[in-house]
Each structure stands twice: as structure tokens, then as C-alpha cells.
């Protein structure tokens, strides 16, 4: 006979959970989301006060940093649906 589909996977349920809870949970399950994430603002905040301040070569290095804290960002964000999702096929 034919192969039978895959079985669905089951997906965890979270019920009557507020923001504070949802954030802590994501973190726990990747920390470096939020990391990137200050990261990331503070680079881009350095970088506006070095502009503001004049300091244009400062502020298009804070610029390109910021781009790298972006990267990183959704690296780890991709990096942690696929460990998500193959912890959820084990």
C-alpha cells in the first residue's frame, strides 16, 4: 500500500497566559532573541547621539554595527524555530 502521511505533530497549549508570562517563556526558550534585540537598540541609540553630536564617522560605524546586531537578531531567531521545531519531532 501506499505510505501514510506523516501523523500531525502536537502543539504545546498555553492557556490563559498574559504577556508577562508569554515574554518569560520565549526568553527561556531563546535567550538570544532579546539579547540581540538590546543589543541592537543600544548600537542604534549610540548611533543617533553620535549624529546628533556631529560625529559622523562614529555614527556611520554605529550604523554598521547595528546592521551586524541585526544580523545576529534573526540568526538566533531562525536558529531557534529550527531547534524548536526538531525538539517537536523527537
Known amino acids: 500500500p501506499a505510505?501514510?502521511?506523516a501523523p500531525p505533530i502536537p502543539m504545546p497549549?498555553?492557556?490563559d497566559e498574559g504577556f508577562a508570562d508569554k515574554f518569560r517563556r520565549k526568553t527561556?526558550?531563546?535567550?538570544?532573541?532579546?539579547?540581540g534585540c538590546l543589543c541592537t537598540l543600544g548600537v542604534l541609540?549610540?548611533?543617533l547621539i553620535s549624529f546628533q553630536r556631529g560625529?559622523?564617522?562614529?555614527?556611520?560605524?554605529?550604523?554598521?554595527?547595528r546592521v551586524v546586531a541585526q544580523g545576529f537578531t534573526v540568526a538566533a531567531l531562525?536558529?531557534?524555530?529550527?531547534?524548536?521545531?526538531?525538539?517537536a519531532r523527537s
Do not use: I
Not at 55 to 65: D, E, G, I, K, Y
Not at 78 to 87: D, I, Q
Open 45 to 47: 541609540t549610540y548611533g
Open 78 to 87: 531562525l536558529g531557534g524555530m529550527v531547534a524548536t521545531a526538531l525538539k
Open 28 to 35: 527561556r526558550e531563546n535567550p538570544l532573541v532579546p539579547l
Open 3 to 5: 505510505s501514510s502521511p
Open 55 to 65: 560625529n559622523t564617522r562614529h555614527s556611520q560605524l554605529m550604523m554598521r554595527a
Open 13 to 15: 497549549v498555553y492557556r
